[in-house]
């Protein structure tokens, strides 16, 4: 296993989705709902910077791999689906939202997976579509574990509505994945 600094950051994104839950669930109760609510969020900002920043510094100092393309989408959405559960829980989210989202992330893992078994995963590459649902999510997330008004704004109101385009993004990327791949599938069924 290749161990550089992008994939230190990949790993600290691992390691933030136990803290982002315990900041949740802490036995302590020492956390009031602002506090809470506010390293919960500023937590999970750190984390999906530094989905970016390992990458761009991966491809910058030429030290991509293997083995970090592999675990970087897989931190993405441990933590994606972390945050949906608690949000789910904390009624700040829709059930039926974060399964559409979890259960898209699910598909499309083992659609590229099985793609790239056959020598055919370049079908099922990432496309633009599938990085705005990404921004969509990664934008509206933290609103929503922020949960109040700031600067008037009503972020929970705006994180809502960002998590429902990313959830109409996760399932038009989805068709556009599955469109991309049905020959390859249809020839190998």
């Known amino acids: 296993m290749p161990f550089n600094f992008p ?3 990949t790993w600290a994104r691992v390691i933030a989705i136990p803290l982002l839950v315990a900041i949740y669930y802490s036995p302590f109760g020492a956390l009031d709902e602002t506090l809470r609510n506010s390293l919960a969020a500023g937590l999970f900002i750190l984390a999906a910077i530094t989905d970016w920043f390992d990458g761009f510094l991966a491809r910058r100092w030429n030290q991509t791999s293997a083995f970090g393309a592999f675990l970087d989408p897989i ?21 039926l939202i974060a399964l559409i989202i979890i259960g898209r992330e699910l598909a499309i893992s083992g659609l590229r997976e099985w793609m790239s078994s056959i020598g055919a995963r370049a079908a099922v590459a990432v496309n ?3 990085k705005y649902k990404t921004a969509a999510q990664m934008s509206a997330l933290p609103m929503l574990l922020l949960n109040r008004d700031v600067f008037g704004l009503d972020f ?17 990327s989805m068709v556009v994945y599955l469109k991309a791949a049905w020959p390859t599938i249809k020839a190998n069924a």
């Open 7 to 9: 994939i230190l950051l």
């Open 75 to 95: 931190a993405d959405k441990l933590l994606v689906t972390a945050c949906l559960i608690v949000l789910v829980h904390e009624k700040q989210a829709h059930g």
């Open 128 to 130: 633009n579509l599938g």
């Open 156 to 172: 929970h109101l705006v994180g809502t509505w960002l998590l429902y385009v990313a959830a109409v993004l996760t399932v038009v």
